[in-house]
């Protein structure tokens, strides 16, 4: 008989973590404004500026990889390194988005999502199986 702790795989925890991360950064991808308009990068009724598109749309193909990674990576070392890389994603937001975005209202924003995010990611660490 199997222990408790092997017939409860909770890897699709982190896997639905994952998944989550990929989708978002495929929409920030493909429309820059959805990561721009609520870190006030954008100004309402104005133009996406193209410098801010194109960083918008690097930060998206970094997160797409580190959450792919979390959906397909193996479980156990391999599941809990893909984690880790979201995990530190998330702080580099959390310090970067946290302190340099034009308005403390945006700051305040995107470090609460950075951290709430990395957090649960962090913990789904938990979940990555043996």
Not at 27 to 36: E, N
Not at 38 to 43: M, R
Not at 69 to 98: E, F, K, N, Q, S
């Amino acid at each position: 008989m199997r222990s408790s702790s092997r017939s409860r795989d909770l890897t699709w925890i982190p896997r639905l973590l994952g998944l989550a991360t990929a989708g978002y950064s495929v929409a920030i991808i493909a429309d820059p404004s959805l990561f721009a308009k609520p870190t006030g990068l954008q100004a309402e009724g104005a133009p996406l500026p193209t410098a801010t598109a194109i960083g918008v749309r690097a930060l998206g193909g970094r997160d797409l990889a580190s959450g792919l990674a979390m959906a397909l990576a193996p479980a156990g070392r391999a599941l809990r390194t893909a984690i880790a890389v979201r995990v530190g994603a998330d702080l580099a937001d959390l310090a970067v988005l946290g302190t340099s975005l034009p308005d403390q209202r945006y700051r305040a924003k995107a470090a609460g999502v950075a951290a709430a995010w990395g957090t649960l990611c962090g913990l789904s660490y938990l979940a990555a199986g043996d």
